[in-house]
């Protein structure tokens, strides 16, 4: 989970520093999301590791915006839709595969 929660990290923590937006931590934390959840599809249980990470990120994200205004401010909400939307489709093994 070291690579998700890396992943996790490079995304959110520059926000919470009020460093700013980075469109390339945020694709590489999709691709994450993306390729653990294709593990997990077939899978009953997820690590509890995962699951606290994946459980954070759209409030994360979303907490962060608060910090922000203008395209800054809605860049993260849409951030963090992109990246609730990969979180469910990564727990349900019934959704269709994100583009």
């Not at 699951?51 to 963090?80: H, Q, V, W």
């Amino acid at each position: 989970m070291s690579q998700l929660d890396d992943a996790a990290w490079q995304f959110v923590g520059p926000l919470r520093l009020n460093d700013g937006f980075d469109q390339l931590a945020l694709d590489e934390l999709c691709r994450r999301i993306d390729r653990f959840g294709h593990r997990w599809r077939t899978s009953d249980v997820i690590p509890k590791s995962a699951a606290l990470i994946l459980s954070e990120l759209y409030p994360a994200i979303s907490a962060c915006a608060d910090l922000y205004s203008g395209d800054e401010r809605r860049r993260m909400i849409e951030a963090a839709v992109r990246v609730g939307e990969r979180v469910t489709y990564a727990l349900d093994p019934t959704g269709e595969p994100m583009t």
